[in-house]
């Protein structure tokens, strides 16, 4: 009788926790709501995918290398172009041109702009490092929120301060955000939701729309594996040899990758795959773009900054934009070539600008990208590791504790129209 009992109270106990996650899932659940799966998408995509347009978007995809990672079917990666052009086609005017409104007219009229440069995908990379709470290869990161599995989200206020799978959570914001921005509603934007604790918010709405830029996620984990008891510290980096400055003829007022550019990159990949070979690269790879001081036939002075200009309204701070996306576009090339080599790529870099270096107005030497080697390189940082227990073995094994989420901002927009060439330089 007391077996029973027991039983009973067992299956009692069990089928409470159970209807209780059940509960949990009615009231507050989320869902990822799922990819669409279409083969008209996913043939087009893969017809554009092989084309030069798309490097930026193919460095994106290459972190997507996790087992069971949604973005490695490319049906999945095929829908997320087509969600930037559905939400293009439903909120600018003539951006597919008039009428188009069936699938089979966006994707059509999509992906032939996407390849004969009418359209232009913009991918635009930030990186944050997390600290995973593992040592094992289910990376935690801590959040306000629990992720039961990849496509579904529990908002109960009792997990306000929880753990989850990194790649489970970023899975799920990748799904969620594809679909809320096709459909012009809120999405998760992972850099506006970290609390002062420490924890990323997901009790909240997904509250970001924003009807120009889908918002992707990938993580990288950066672990090194040593048979050691004791925690230890690497140098990584060494002294260079070589300066990394490489021209920049990019065509006046374009940032696009033109061919002269193309084989400055293919040089900088060349150096760099030599200089920073595999686990000696930064976590945060800086490169500097010059520009001259000459736009619109006038001169501005010289100045410098770190990132985006925001909201560029006058001439010279259009010219810094230029500047800075020009630096983008080259660190994408550049980490794109050096995957394609069979390096780990250069995930998460710094771009900084500078307008009229050499002091010379509207000077040739002033157009040119410097991957900053003595910065990078010079002063060897020391990369700590934790010592952690491995069941079966005798021996203490070594490991890094450190990651990283990288946020993609997605956009299309229509290529700018061809710059009228500039007056020479007095």
Known sequence: MTIIKNFERFVNENLEQKFQVFEDEINLGVSGRGYQANELVREEYSKWLTTPAAAQFRAFIALQEVSGNPLANDSNQ?????????????????????????????????????????????????????????????????????????????????????????????????????????????????????????????????????????????????????????????????????????????????????????????????????????????????????????????????????????????????????AYRRGVAFANALNAKLKEKGHPGIDGYVVNWAIGRSGQQANQADRFIDLEVKKNEVAPKKQASISVSQTGSTATQVTTAKGQIFEYQLSITAAAAPAAPAAPAQ
């Open 78 to 322: 095929a829908d997320i172009i087509y969600s930037l052009l559905k939400r293009g086609q439903a909120t600018k005017k003539g951006f597919l041109g008039i009428g188009k409104t069936t699938e089979t007219d966006i994707v059509k009229a999509g992906f032939e702009a996407l390849k004969t440069d009418k359209l232009k995908l913009n991918v635009v990379q930030g990186v944050a490092e997390y600290v995973p709470r593992s040592a094992a290869e289910t990376w935690k990161v801590r959040i306000a929120g629990s992720f039961p599995s990849s496509s579904y989200l529990i908002r109960e206020p009792k997990y306000n301060q929880y753990v989850t799978d990194a790649y489970k959570m970023i899975a799920f914001v990748n799904e969620f955000n594809t679909e809320a921005f096709r459909n012009g509603t809120g999405q998760y934007v992972l850099s506006k939701r970290l609390r002062e604790d420490g924890y990323l918010d997901f009790l909240s709405e997904a509250d970001v729309v924003d009807q120009n830029t889908l918002y992707l996620y990938a993580s990288k984990i950066k672990g090194q594996v040593a048979a050691s008891k004791d925690v230890v510290e690497t140098p990584v980096g060494g002294e260079p040899e070589a300066t990394g400055k490489y021209g920049a003829e990019f065509a006046v007022g374009s940032a696009e990758i033109n061919p002269a550019v193309q084989a400055e990159v293919d040089k900088a990949a060349e150096f760099v795959a030599a200089k920073f070979p595999a686990g000696s690269v930064p976590d945060k790879f800086q490169l500097t773009s010059g520009a001259s001081t000459e736009w619109n036939k006038k001169n501005y002075p010289q100045t410098s900054g770190t990132g985006a200009v925001a909201n560029p309204a006058t001439d010279e701070q259009k010219n810094q934009d230029l």
